[in-house]
């Protein structure tokens, strides 16, 4: 059903030709939390929580028309594509929102293979805690690794009422002040009993998303074995063997595992919290399916994301990050004038973007096309943020000056600073916020230029 729609290659001409296919955000119901419990109701894409996976090749182009049919104004982003900024799904910046009733037509090319995922750019807060997002897998040009399957796994974290309803009190400032709004219930593909059957000695590839608008998921594969092989869609240079693995809200890891547990044991993904783990996703061994285990994987072939340039000579920025509660912040600029903590929560801000709570009129740092944009990220306050950058991929740069793995979202931990690089090589105004919904919401919002 969602099949390619173009190959690379095709000519413009047969893209017009084709109809393309909608995706409409609408309400529904669905039985989220055990079967002893009413249904809940929810948002979803073209009747799925989590909405249809989209699969396309590297270099094909995505088509779809977005049908609003909620009733709340929407825009649909593509998380980590590096995209034309007019499909980017900005409001107020790169597009209006859709008004209920309304449609967009959402049409881009993908540069590179990998995972990525769609959600509202609009009350994502809401949104999204309502069960709006689906998947986006871009696949490698060689056809991937071998495996016995690919399966993409997005995790999320819902806050439900007693009766499994979705909890209201979407603009409560106490969660916004501190870690976000945390839910009670969390699913993987909108289950709270994710399992498959697998083979001893079969190899999977999993593709972890963290659509939760806060929670950081912090993983571990029992009875599996195998590799990490990319971070937010982009292939890490050498496959790296698995531990423990930390997703932020919006990060992703693509992991190559090995069934290691016997016939009749389960292989699980277990979530770790302060007080100990639980499944998550579980995989009944039934049968063997091969005596060994395979060779070591290949790493994936790289994605064509420009080099850095030099450092020294890179355009930089200073990003503080203040505010929240337990920190030091006590006001910030809020419609034009000095606000204290009190007043600016009263009007919906207790965060800010170097001493701005508002969205600013000026880019953070304004950039030529191909320049090298270097930014030093502070987090003056008490909480993790998932810094989430659009229509790059950047590295973090360690105090040796080595450079990290390609990402488009990173988690900074409470005073921690972080220098982040890319090359702004994608024209256009482009968000740069903490991926906490409630933490943007909240004033942790900025934007960028490249000219
Ligand atoms: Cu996935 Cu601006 O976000
Ligand atoms: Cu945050």
Redesign the pocket.
Known sequence: MFGVLVATGLRPTSLQAQTPQDLIAREGVLQLAPANYPETQVWGYSGAVPGPTIRLPQGGRMTRRFVNELPQPGTI?W??IRIDNAMDG?PGLTQDVVEPGETFLYDFVLPDAGTY?Y?P?NR?YEQMARGLSGALIVEEADGGPEVDSDEVLLLDDWRLTEDAQIAGGFGNMHDWAHAGRIGNWITVNGTGDWRTTVQRHSRHRLRLVNTANARIFSLEAQGLEGWLIALDGMPLDAPQSLGRLTLAP?QRADIIVDVTASVGEEALLVNFERDGGYAIASFDVTAVARSERLDAPSPLPPNPVPQLGPLQTARTAKLLMEGGAMGRMDGAMMGGQMMGMREMAGAGKVWAFNGMADMPDAPLVAANRGETVRIDITNDTAWPHAM?L?GHHFRQIADDGTAGALRD?LLMDRGETAQIAFVADNPGDW?L?C?MLEH?AGGMMTWLRVV
């Open positions: 982003h998380h980590g900005v995922w959600h750019h994502s919006a989430h659009h979202t968000l916020h991926h943007s």
